[in-house]
């Protein structure tokens, strides 16, 4: 969530399209995001239509964009598709749309284009992109550069021949498939297998899993875009970082006096050259240097800047961690939750309730349940019998008991829920009814 502009950078990803003739849009994400991109998409109100796809397991970008090719291409549209990911920051839209115009010229000609970054400091974490013969919108793509080491960059950025590899590319489906067809044959016939296979549930799009999971772990940039012959590449200067970088994000974002980048609320004193980022706590500092401090509500993470580029192997080695799968607030169709506390045989969480929502007729085994309504009115079926709580109202239910919970208002619904029972798992839940088809789900 960009604070500055109260939208998700799912939601920023989608209104900087805004003003460009936008047909059939895809927002592919994994199952377990569907109320949270469903959501944020719905809330935006978007002119054109735009489909939720699940994706059973993560597969990387090929599977997703093959699939999102297959899918246009079955409602008989060909006209350049444009693939991109939800975490870039950009801040120029204008320049970003400008690029997107020129890019779309080239691919209706038949190419496959890459938006590439025009580098203003030697980043080791992103690719580069060697340009070739000069288009008339661009150039065409001489190599892709994995990320280089700081000399390398250093030498790429000051040559002036290097872009940095966005990660965004517009081709037309048909393009695109073809390129498949004669560089991952097999990951396109797969693909073709889960298109068919693929229904409607509600408001998505579900692609089937055992289908899904024989796709390719890997990206467009290694199956397609680093063998074809029609790549091509148009320079942008858009205000462009990679969130998921946060040595890149410190470069993009303005420094205090001390060449500090500081979000949330933190306190510093005698410390310089961080990245401290604070979402639910006070996070304070004393004389450290050359620090990314991110605080969650999960979790914090404490690393020296020169050794960030091994992030991907700290996060293998928390796999096991709960906290990885298991974030403090969860998305659900009705609203969310947020684990504020817990330990043996105790949970306690904070409950949001949409206007007009509904949580299942629900009953548990293992477990009771106490409510308390902090603001809002809550209409509680239990047992069959119906009681409204307002603020401060409370009401207990016990294990066995059947229950459901409607916002029947115009306004957001806010309770506490104190869990207590030998085992407090999500899947300690009988849906009796659900208006959201969740009837089988354990969650």
């Not at 000051?158 to 048909?174: C, R, T, V």
């Not at 060449?259 to 961080?274: H, K, R």
């Not at 401060?392 to 306004?411: G, M, P, Q, R």
Request: net charge negative; with cysteine.
């Amino acid at each position: 969530m960009n604070p500055d502009s109260g939208l998700s950078m799912l939601q920023q990803t989608l209104v900087r399209l805004k003003g460009l003739q936008i047909g059939h849009g895809q927002v592919i994400c994994s199952q377990d995001h569907r109320f949270l991109a469903a959501g944020q998409v719905q809330a935006l109100g978007l002119a054109y239509a735009t489909d939720v796809v699940l994706e059973p397991v993560g597969r990387n970008t090929a599977p997703a964009a093959l699939v999102a090719a297959l899918r246009l291409q079955a409602l008989d549209n060909d006209e350049p598709m444009l693939l991109l990911a939800a975490d870039p920051a950009i801040a120029d839209v204008a320049a970003f749309q400008g690029a997107l115009q020129k890019a779309h010229v080239l691919a209706c000609g038949g190419y496959v284009v890459t938006l590439g970054i025009k580098p203003t400091f030697a980043c080791t974490g992103y690719g580069y992109i060697h340009c070739g013969t000069e288009l008339p919108a661009g150039y065409a793509v001489d190599i892709f550069v994995e990320k280089p080491n700081q000399a390398l960059a250093s030498e790429y950025v000051n040559s002036g021949e290097y872009l940095w590899n966005s990660g965004m590319f517009i081709a037309k489906p048909s393009t695109l498939i073809t390129e498949a067809r004669q560089y991952c044959s097999a990951l396109l016939q797969q693909c073709q297998a889960v298109v068919q296979q693929s229904y409607e549930d509600l408001d998505f799009v579900r692609l089937p899993e055992n289908e899904f999971g024989l796709c390719e772990d890997i990206s467009v940039d290694y199956v397609i875009m680093e063998h074809t012959v029609k790549a091509v590449v148009v320079p942008m200067s858009c205000g462009w970082s990679d969130v998921g970088d946060l040595l890149a994000l410190k470069e993009a974002n303005q420094t205090d006096s001390n060449g500090n980048v500081v979000s949330g609320d933190v306190e510093n004193l005698a410390t310089t050259n961080c990245i401290i980022q604070a979402e639910s706590k006070l996070v304070a500092t004393l004389g450290v240097n050359d620090l990314a401090i991110i605080e969650t509500k999960g979790a914090v993470l404490v690393a020296d800047l020169s050794q960030l580029q091994k992030i991907k192997k700290l996060v293998a080695q928390l796999k096991q961690r709960e906290e990885l799968d298991h974030h403090c607030e969860v998305f659900r169709p009705w609203g969310s939750y947020d684990s504020v506390d817990h330990g043996p045989n105790y949970q306690v969480k904070k409950i949001s309730v949409n206007p007009g929502a509904k949580l299942s007729l629900q009953r548990h085994q293992h477990r009771a349940e106490h409510w308390v309504v902090v603001q809002g009115t809550a209409t509680v079926h239990l047992n069959g019998a119906a009681h409204v709580l307002h603020a401060n109202d409370s009401i207990y239910i016990s294990k066995t008991a059947v229950h459901s919970l409607t916002n029947n208002t115009n306004e957001p619904l806010y309770l506490i829920e104190v869990q207590s029972g030998s085992y407090l798992g999500e899947d300690d839940i009988e849906r009796l009814e659900d208006v959201y088809g969740r009837l089988d789900e354990k969650y």
